[in-house]
């Protein structure tokens, strides 16, 4: 039985802590365009990859309650770190089905690899939850994994540092000091933000090692969700495009549009209900 | 007529963002050591410094706010971003005095500088504000105040990046672009993170350029602004130091060390009454 309301005409919904969820929502488009989207960016609270697994749950659950105002029929955790740390609550408190971007990325890593050997790049809260080596594991049991966090990676993102001497450098002080030693083959991208840092960590890492970002494998997860929950939207009809944000929206619009690859049309701001 | 519960015994409640007011606090715990303490770190929600003004004055607000439930009598705004766009709102609400970091430092700066050329640095969201503008033609509508953001200083400091190639480049990227040509010979650390950086930066200015951080004369006005109001604390007693937090404290223990000098006994973790 389905929740009323939850139909296949119904949105899906997507958050982030802030922008970087924008290139799992572009991602989203591209496989599903006849899908509608609400996305919500919790700017002010923005960033979740340094604070508590408690606080972002509690973060997590309350952007997910204002997307179901918007009567969405499947939640995307577009953020690692919420990803990582607040799934199982999400899970137990809502009604419809929630993808996180963590198990689609570590099944796309397991099938890159081909020595078995990957690292795993993200926040400190992402890499400290342990989440990537669990899901890695549990799909291939045999793969090595090594992780660290990259916690600079998202201000130079956010700042549109993303090329030339700064991000270089910080690039080859994360990745440089032996993660990859050992023949690592795969690089999972664990952050929402790092995508637009791809050039450069392909720079400083070689081009004999594969990054993989979980965006394409997490928006191809939804649309096999949707599928076998009979949630699919079968018939072209308008498309609508929500952006919501907690704070105001100018500079959300101004670095999203990086983000998404296209201008954004605008943004409502929203209160959370939030402790 | 003094509020009821505010003393001279009471204690001086000190908010920031998260971890940069404690270079504040260390410098008021140096100027007044007969003085109890309460810092509030909003760990739950820093940044302030590329949040919007709406967004950080509503913060601001309930950091004061529970920070009255100690019975303070005084209130220091340990973060230049509160400071800059949210003063004349918690000067309204409280029945407390209230010293922002701005003022105290504009004054230092401008007693500082001999050729009336000044630069500030600080987060967007203080610069933005044009409060160290204000407060340093105020004092003296002769100088001359060029301004810069520096947003990628915060993320630096919080993560213990302060010496070494990375900081340098980046410093040489803000400060170096034109900021102090004409012969400024007065650089303003307009945020509570920057003390930390404060030997790369005066390494890329050079030694001519005189740096201005505002805790120590945030310190010598609370000391007048208690004399004046007659609060000072005139007998020797029993010191409390309180430190509260809004996420799980262990990173702020971690790293709050670093910026007050010395480790840290342990910190409550609160709730905030914030849409």
């Avoid at 952006?243 to 101004?254: A, G, I, M, S």
Wanted: net charge neutral.
């Amino acid at each position: 039985m389905r929740p009323v309301g939850h139909g296949r005409t119904s949105a899906i919904g997507v958050f982030d802590s802030g922008v970087g969820g924008l290139t799992v929502l572009k991602a989203l488009m591209e496989r599903l365009p006849l899908e509608s989207t609400v996305y919500l960016g919790d700017t002010a609270r923005v960033p979740y990859g340094t604070k508590s697994g408690e606080v972002v749950t509690r973060y997590s659950i309350a952007n997910a309650e204002a997307l179901l105002e918007y009567e969405i029929k499947a939640l995307v955790v577009a953020c690692n770190t919420a990803s990582a740390v607040a799934l199982p609550a999400l899970e137990a408190k809502l009604p419809i089905p929630v993808v996180g971007v963590i198990i689609p990325g570590a099944q796309a890593a397991a099938a890159a690899t081909k020595n078995g050997k990957v690292a795993v790049i993200g926040t400190p809260g992402t890499i400290a939850s342990g989440a990537y080596q669990s899901a890695l594991q549990a799909t291939n049991p045999q793969l090595e994994v090594h992780t660290r966090a990259c916690p600079l990676f998202v201000p130079l993102a956010e700042e549109g540092w993303i090329d030339g001497a700064v991000p270089q450098l910080v690039a080859e002080k994360y990745l440089g000091d032996g993660l990859l030693d050992g023949g690592v083959d795969t690089l999972v991208l664990g952050c929402t933000h790092y995508p637009l840092l791809a050039p450069i960590i392909q720079k400083v890492v070689g081009n004999s090692v594969t990054l993989v970002d979980s965006a394409k494998a997490t928006a191809e997860r939804v649309a096999t969700v949707l599928r076998e929950r009979e949630l699919t939207r079968l018939e072209r009809g308008t498309v609508e495009r929500h952006y919501l944000v907690t704070d105001t929206p100018n500079r959300f619009l101004e670095v999203g549009a990086r983000f998404l690859g296209r201008p954004l049309s605008g943004a409502r701001q929203i209160d959370l209900h939030v402790r």
